[in-house]
């Protein structure tokens, strides 16, 4: 699954980044790593890009790029800012 | 001594370097380094000054900023580094921190916004977390003023003392970390011979930054080595290179905060931004809010507060000169001399400074957006639109700025990583009417349409959009083919701005028009008075028809008779428009002999409402000022393309009023 296909207010496992080049140079830069967490928080009032929390911070990034990132889905969905990214 | 601070975006690090300095701050420009940079005297270290480096998420030579911060530590050597740190976001925020503690640079780690981590009862043990990275951390809060003066004492002993980063290991045993010490084990020699810390240039190495092969002088045989380990390491760890750095400094992050973060639950400020984004960025009032905000601000700059201030300051500058003007007819001073004074220096320079208040309200409100967080918000917002010519929600931002000035706006396109995406940006901002235009939208809408001047300036804007953006489709098609820059973008909380950081920020505005007025337009204003006081043998003239500024604006007339504009005084005062925007209704009130209030009544002997509007479109169109094209050629980098911008926006400024007044003719 591709993090595009989470919904709104789901969350999900970071299981690998695609993308090529600068895009994925700053996705993993900005921590999106296998084995954090994500979840989308909301999508922009034209319909892109969307909005993630990751490592306790927001992020934008297009549903195209969202495309690129392979996650799983995470069983605990509840809103959860204290992990530390980990799974646990 | 000389320190560096070195942080992310929306960490603080602009009011950190503010408290720190004051104002001793000034523009310095360092060898080696493309783009300028501030610096200050420290307040609370004699003889020590701090760099303002621009704010990065990470040391990759992608962006302008990421180089410049590369370039500048490597190059300039400065005596320590003060990282700043978002202690509310601090898992990203230490990213950055571990590639800093590869350069081996005696570093002080500035832990901001602890008052927000502890008001949400959160904790950071300070001691246990100074010991896992290895250098001291200092809780501070930049806004607050508070733990200042203890990080300025902790970084000049340090700095004094050389007392290096002691933690350089980041990486659990394993293969990842056997890469990184075989690597920089073998390049040791070549980076103590270059000066360079060995341990950043093979991590920049095994990242595949090919300009340090070239800085070490590594030969062939040894790049092939280092390819060799690298690979070897990707397939044992099973990631890539880069994912597998990436994932070794989060792991060692994570392992940093589980020993020393305890995190709140949900903070308020971010309860509270969710809550502003809902309204600001919701599905349905996300646009509207923005046309709102804008509305208001520009209603507030131009109508409440511009207007009441310029009218009071151009009352003051008006009783100078007149009190100016009956001390030198008292005095019997040379006819000649009295000229240049009143009708050339006071009534050129006057008339531009009396819109400094509009300037100084612009800035204040778009700085205000900035730091809030809004403007993020609003490129998240806009990204889909830009996307449609080809740019990204980044690039709104320096265009919004041109609605003040382009100087500015310009400048601001360094955020932008890509060149393509920075070019087109720079090519597009001249098109969003800056505000020393509008005293010619004013003076022009008193002048034939009275009473719909919001009209016409509302107008004159979309226009001024509206070809922009056929411009960018059209160069999106030709001249900047390719594809735009990634855009991964933080959605920083929303925070209170700090006054103090906008007050210098308006301030430093102020004073660099300031500076434009006494420098650039005080010449031109007196170029012009000499012109159009003096005949080609040096004679002062009674009548400004015989004057050397209307044998020039003859010259050229020519070119604006199509467009409904031939007579010389309005091509005169396009010229001078050159200078500076404000010169153009500045000239064409000594050309027409009259006071600034007298002028919209003059204007109707030289314009018909038509060509009026021809005039309006290409004044809104046609090149922008000497400081503007001056920035442009500084961050274009390349003469000649400075060069092709200025004359296709002459020329698209020329066809656009040549097609509204020849339709006009045909219809009225």
Same mark, same amino acid.
């Given at each position: 699954m591709t993090l595009n296909k989470i919904p709104i207010g789901k969350s999900g496992i970071i299981t690998g980044v695609g993308g090529k080049n600068e895009l994925r140079l700053r996705l993993l830069d900005m921590g999106l790593v296998p084995k954090t967490k994500v979840t989308i928080q909301k999508i922009a009032p034209m319909g892109d890009p969307i909005e993630i929390m990751i490592r306790g911070y927001e992020l934008t990034i297009r549903i195209a790029d969202a495309e690129m990132i392979e996650v799983e889905e995470a069983e605990d969905n509840a809103y959860d800012i204290c992990s530390c990214g980990k799974s646990k | 001594m000389i320190f560096a601070l070195v942080g992310n975006q929306n960490s603080g690090k602009t009011t950190l370097f503010n408290t720190l300095t004051g104002s001793n701050q000034h523009v310095g420009n360092f060898p080696g380094i493309t783009v300028d940079q501030k610096v200050g005297e420290m307040r609370l270290a004699k003889g020590c000054s701090v760099v303002d480096l621009p704010g990065i998420y990470s040391i990759r030579p992608y962006s302008m900023e990421e180089i410049v911060t590369r370039d500048f530590i490597l190059n300039q050597k400065p005596d320590g580094i003060i990282n700043i740190v978002d202690a509310t976001n601090i898992e990203r925020n230490l990213y950055l921190t571990l590639q800093l503690l590869e350069l081996h640079i005696p570093m002080v780690l500035a832990l901001n916004m602890m008052d927000e981590v502890r008001g949400n009862g959160g904790t950071i043990n300070i001691s246990a977390m100074s010991k896992a990275i290895g250098i001291p951390v200092i809780p501070i809060s930049a806004s607050k003023n508070e733990g200042i003066s203890e990080l300025v004492d902790r970084i000049t002993d340090i700095a004094k003392k050389r007392i290096y980063p002691s933690v350089l290991d980041f990486c659990q045993p394993g293969p990842v970390h056997r890469c990184i010490h075989s690597v920089s084990h073998m390049i040791e020699d070549h980076a103590e011979r270059n000066d360079i810390s060995a341990r950043f240039a093979a991590t920049k190495l095994i990242e595949g930054d090919q300009s340090f092969a070239e800085k070490l002088g590594l030969s062939q045989n040894e790049m092939e080595t280092i390819e060799h380990s690298v690979s070897e390491m990707e397939h044992e760890y099973g990631m890539d290179r880069n994912a597998a750095l990436a994932d070794?400094?989060?792991?060692?992050?994570?392992?940093?905060?589980?020993?020393?973060?305890?995190?709140?639950?949900?903070?308020?400020?971010?309860?509270?931004? *969710?809550?502003?984004?809902?309204?600001?960025?919701?599905?349905?009032?996300?646009?509207?809010?923005?046309?709102?905000?804008?509305?208001?601000?520009?209603?507030?700059?131009?109508?409440?507060?511009?207007?009441?201030?310029?009218?009071?300051?151009?009352?003051?500058?008006?009783?100078?000169?007149?009190?100016?003007?009956?001390?030198?007819?008292?005095?019997?001073?040379?006819?000649?001399?009295?000229?240049?004074?009143?009708?050339?220096?006071?009534?050129?320079?006057?008339?531009?400074?009396?819109?400094?208040?509009?300037?100084?309200?612009?800035?204040?409100?778009?700085?205000?957006?900035?730091?809030?967080?809004?403007?993020?918000? *609003?490129?998240?917002?806009?990204?889909?639109?830009? !996307?449609?010519?080809?740019?990204?929600? !980044?690039?709104?931002?320096?265009?919004?700025?041109?609605?003040?000035?382009?100087?500015p706006a310009i400048m601001a396109t360094r955020t932008l990583s890509s060149e393509r995406d920075r070019r087109m940006t720079i090519f597009l901002t001249p098109f969003m009417s800056c505000s020393a235009k509008i005293p010619i939208y004013a003076v022009f809408s008193i002048a034939f349409f009275p009473g719909h001047s919001a009209l016409v300036m509302i107008i004159l804007y979309f226009f001024g959009m509206l070809i922009g953006i056929i411009a960018a489709l059209v160069l999106n098609m030709t001249l900047f083919k390719g594809n735009p820059i990634p855009f991964v973008m933080e959605l920083p909380n929303y925070r209170m701005p700090s006054l103090k950081s906008v007050f210098m920020l308006v301030w430093y505005k102020a004073k660099d028009f300031l500076q434009r007025a006494f420098t650039v337009i005080f010449l031109a204003t007196i170029i012009i008075w000499f012109l159009g006081a003096f005949d080609a043998r040096l004679n002062s003239v009674t009548n400004n028809a015989d004057s050397l500024l209307a044998a020039i604006g003859q010259f050229i007339v020519p070119v604006f008779v199509p467009i409904g504009l031939g007579d010389w005084r309005i091509s005169t005062s396009i010229i001078a428009g050159l200078s500076a925007k404000e010169a153009v209704v500045s000239t064409m009130s000594v050309l027409l002999g009259t006071s600034m209030e007298g002028l919209s009544v003059s204007l109707g002997s030289l314009f018909t409402p038509l060509s009026a509007c021809s005039f309006l479109v290409f004044t809104l169109l046609y090149t922008p000022c000497i400081a503007a094209i001056a920035t442009i050629r500084r961050e274009l980098g390349s003469r000649v393309q400075t060069l092709g911008m200025v004359l296709l926006q002459c020329i698209i400024a020329w066809v656009c009023a040549f097609a509204i007044y020849q339709i006009g003719n045909m219809i009225f």
């Open positions: - | 070794m400094r989060y792991s060692f992050i994570e392992d940093v905060c589980d020993e020393a973060v305890v995190k709140c639950k949900e903070s308020r400020e971010h309860k509270r931004s *969710v809550k502003i984004d809902r309204i600001l960025t919701g599905r349905y009032l996300a646009l509207p809010m923005f046309f709102a905000i804008m509305i208001v601000i520009f209603w507030l700059t131009f109508g409440v507060f511009g207007s009441f201030l310029v009218d009071l300051l151009s009352q003051g500058i008006e009783t100078l000169t007149n009190l100016v003007d009956l001390g030198l007819t008292n005095y019997g001073i040379n006819p000649v001399v009295h000229s240049l004074v009143i009708d050339g220096i006071f009534a050129g320079v006057g008339s531009v400074l009396s819109f400094l208040p509009i300037i100084v309200v612009l800035f204040f409100f778009l700085s205000i957006l900035e730091d809030t967080g809004y403007m993020a918000r *609003v490129a998240f917002v806009m990204d889909k639109l830009l !996307r449609k010519i080809g740019l990204s929600g !980044r690039s709104f931002v320096p265009m919004l700025i041109g609605f003040g000035c382009t100087v």
